[in-house]
């Protein structure tokens, strides 16, 4: 669903929150630095986003979260466009995970996140579960994430 930036700007500033985060779909898609400098200037919020990393992001974005989509089975590989990533958010499906160390938007200061898959049958999630929660203690370089959606209901 499209809406006008001056719908945004409304809707935005029905709520109290200090922080605005852009995700769903590729939110990369849709803005730019005009959009974030509206925002920022009709609110007075700060600006985060969560993107796949696949397409270049305006510069005066707040935080920025990279969840790419590299090494997950059956997906495209698509190469990353962002150069700088505040925390990078993974989710766990039993890909080598070596190679997000790597990635050109990780910093020194670049949180990392492991998320287990959530999937609707039961007994997959508690494996996933179980998985993630080794690799993370395997490995302190990770820290623990859950997708909070997938576990209240919320699409």
């Known amino acids: 669903m499209y809406m006008a930036d001056d719908a945004i ?4 500033k029905l709520y109290t929150a200090e922080w605005v985060v852009l995700t769903g779909g590729e939110p990369a898609l849709w803005i730019d ?9 009709a609110t007075g919020k700060k600006i985060a986003i969560e993107t796949n990393g696949t397409v270049p992001l305006p510069r005066d974005i707040d ?13 495209v590989e698509l190469p990353l466009a962002v150069d700088y990533a505040d925390e990078i958010k993974v989710v766990d499906v039993g890909q080598p995970l070596e190679n997000y160390f790597n990635l050109p938007c990780k910093g020194d200061k670049t949180l990392m996140y492991l998320q287990p898959c959530y999937v609707e049958d039961k007994q997959q999630r508690e ?13 302190p370089r990770w820290t623990l994430s859950v997708q909070l959606h997938r576990y209240l209901g919320i699409p």
């Open 127 to 139: 494996a996933n579960r179980l998985r993630t929660l080794q690799r993370v203690l395997a490995d």
């Open 33 to 41: 630095s005009d959009f974030i400098h509206l925002l920022k200037r």
């Open 9 to 12: 700007i409304h809707a935005v």
């Open 63 to 75: 935080w920025v979260t990279v969840s790419p989509k590299i090494g997950i089975s059956g997906e």
